[in-house]
């Protein structure tokens, strides 16, 4: 089996990376629909169903920008096609320290057009679910509501 390797992402792709981990760092959301694509899908580790388009994902990230402690990103891995990400990160939700994934996928101009977040272990996850729910849960579902 021969496997194709890239040197790393596409500058598009790399741009909107830099400014994810200057958000992140700064815990500031005002540059985030800079880098969020219209159509975007976000898969949140609480829910199966996907929440789609972008309004959704800002209340959400700009919501869990809030809730965590303590972030840090410790590795990045690269599709061999170039065009996803998945970057692994630890964090605190008041006592419950977690790990977890952020699973990004790009299109041609480097706008995240899908992403997926897995945390670990359970407890954890149920504190960010709880948390998130009291937060940003009442804005969510109405936005939700509108878009059926």
């Known amino acids: 089996m021969t496997m194709t390797t890239t040197a790393g992402p596409a500058p598009e792709i790399s741009r909107t990376l830099e400014t994810w981990h200057r958000i ?69 939700i008041g006592d419950k320290r977690l790990k977890g994934v952020d699973i990004f996928r790009f299109d041609d101009t480097g706008l995240i057009v899908e992403m997926e977040v897995m945390v670990r272990p359970g407890n954890a996850l149920m504190a960010l679910g709880q948390t998130m729910a009291e937060r940003a849960g009442p804005g969510l579902k109405a936005l939700l509501a509108g878009a059926s």
């Open 24 to 92: 992140v760092a700064a815990k500031d959301a005002t540059d985030l629909p800079s880098i969020i694509a219209e159509d975007v899908v976000f898969r949140s580790p609480a829910f199966f169903k996907p929440y789609p388009g972008r309004e959704a994902i800002l209340l959400v990230l700009g919501t869990v920008l809030t809730v965590f402690e303590d972030f840090a990103y410790h590795r990045e891995f690269l599709s061999l096609d170039g065009r996803s990400v998945i970057l692994e990160f630890s964090a605190r």
